[in-house]
């Protein structure tokens, strides 16, 4: 595999680019979803190729294929090199890129069960027993849902500055949900999240360790309960997320706006540019002293954790890099273009792509919100009057990343340290540095949520991504009930 890639390499060079870079991908996935009693989907798809990515006269240009041999590579670069002759000639400044260590190395994911190895019948046995326990919760309990999904994912990548990486990914996780109809109204309820399940870095030994069965029976429950609850009540109170919902918060408000590309405009898709410009690095007050917002793919620390790995597609290797730190805003999530512009010594390794045929974008990794030191009971007791929201339900937010508003799937009213009465409809609304800055209390009970279904660019690119949080508490906050 490394002959072929370097042959594409020494091509580019002849013919006069300043860099290039292969990226080799054999992907395999495996998607399941069952809904009442009946299987949706069950497929398996393997898909494999190869991208070049060339700089010639200051510019980019990239080109792929899903067929890898001589006469292909070399057709294949020729025309990255064109793409990049053409972009030249309407650029406005030459692309410089950010030193990198040069390294060879091979790594994987940690698992001990290949998920493809599992039989479908095996599979299907365990979801659709989960997704009859939905319905036998309660007659209300209109429509029951599983989903599941597993990929296998093996990377090369050759640079023409004398990097080699091979890297074996495997990831899955699984879900279910509920909706409970009654006279006319909908409820929905979702565990462990609303994004089709939680998903990790591990193989089959993780949905095992979900007890979908256990988790389909309080899903049943919980949506029909909710039918019978109060509507949340609107106005400004102290707001109690728990870590699934703040994994969203900060996937939207700090995730999305740090992306360097989206500051520097050169991406702007799916509501994206950013209001933490350049001249308010190091300046802006983005949150309370106690918020600390954090960029740490590292495997060696999170090496189950669906955003982690050890290079990004350019072969840079990850770091780990404050955002956020005690409040001020301090860092971005950078590639080696971007870390010049924005004057940084070295790309701190955000760049992915979610195929052989795409082009790398800034990506989101494992970006978490560091634990505090309340135990989440205290949170609870310390709080005199207030409004508890989980499960993500909605979201919408402005192309800034500023003005925000979330919906949740259930809410508790808190009275004297004590959950009392069971909400439906719960909706918050903030703005972001506003919002950050009531955070008032973190807890300790620190969890990393897995989201494989993140969108950016054009065409789309689908990716993975992580984020660590823990209960959290903020005050004044405006709420209000949806539908």
């Known amino acids: 595999m490394f002959d072929l890639m370097e042959r594409a390499v020494e091509k580019g060079l002849k013919l006069g680019a300043t860099y290039v870079d292969i990226r080799v991908v054999r992907n395999s996935s495996e998607t399941v979803k069952i809904k009442n009693g009946a299987v949706e989907e069950a497929t398996i798809k393997v898909n ?57 190395d091979k790594w994987r994911t940690p698992w001990t069960k290949d998920p493809f190895d599992v039989p479908l019948e095996d599979k299907l046995e365990l979801f659709l027993e989960a997704d009859k ?74 949905v095992d360790s979900l007890n979908l069965v256990e988790l389909a029976e309080r899903t049943g429950k919980e949506a029909a ?96 890099t404050y955002l956020v730190k005690e409040g001020l805003f301090v860092g971005y999530q950078l590639s080696r273009e971007t870390a010049v512009e924005l004057g940084f010594e070295e790309s701190n390794g955000a760049m992915r792509a979610d195929n052989w045929n795409r082009i790398p974008l800034i990506r989101m990794s494992l970006i978490s919100l560091d634990p505090g030191d309340w135990k989440p009971e205290e949170i609870f007791e310390d709080t005199k009057d207030g409004i508890y929201m989980e499960t993500n339900k909605s979201w919408s937010i402005d192309d800034k990343r ?10 508790w009213k808190i009275e004297n340290g004590e959950k009392k009465e069971l909400l439906k409809n719960p909706v918050y609304q903030g703005i972001t540095p506003e919002f950050w800055g009531n955070c008032d209390a973190i807890g300790k009970d620190f969890f990393i949520w897995g989201l494989p279904n993140c969108g950016k660019g054009e065409p789309p690119q689908v990716m993975w991504v992580s984020h660590g949080a823990s209960t959290a508490r903020f005050r004044n906050i405006m709420i209000f009930s949806g539908r």
């Open 402 to 411: 500023l003005n925000f508003q979330f919906g949740c799937e259930l809410a």
């Open 133 to 206: 326990t939905i319905r036998e919760q309660s007659d209300h309990v209109k429509i029951s849902m599983v989903s599941y999904e597993a990929r296998k994912i093996h990377k090369w990548f050759v640079s023409s500055e004398g990097s080699k990486i091979k890297a074996e990914i495997v990831f899955c996780g699984a879900g279910v949900s509920a909706l409970a109809i009654k006279n006319g109204d909908v409820q929905r309820r979702s565990l462990p999240t609303s994004f089709g399940g939680n998903y990790v870095k591990k193989g089959w030994e993780y």
């Open 225 to 320: 309960m909710l039918l019978d609850a109060k509507p949340c009540p609107a106005g400004k109170t102290t707001l109690i997320l728990d870590s699934s919902q703040l994994a969203l918060q900060i996937h939207e408000s700090c995730g999305h706006p740090t992306e360097a590309d989206r500051v520097l405009g050169t991406e702007a898709s799916y509501a994206g540019t950013s209001f933490l410009t350049p001249d308010k690095l190091g300046k802006l007050k983005y949150g309370s002293e106690i918020v600390n917002i954090v960029m740490d793919p590292s495997p060696e620390k999170y090496p189950e954790a669906l955003g982690s790995y050890k290079y990004d597609d350019e072969g840079v290797p990850v770091k780990k």
């Open 48 to 104: 494999s190729g190869f991208g070049v990515r060339v700089l010639k006269n200051g510019a980019w240009g990239f080109y792929s294929s899903n067929k890898m041999d001589k006469d292909v590579i070399d057709e294949v670069v020729e025309t990255a090199v064109k793409i990049a002759e053409a972009s030249a000639t309407r650029s406005k400044k030459p692309v410089k890129l950010a030193p990198v260590k040069i390294v060879e």
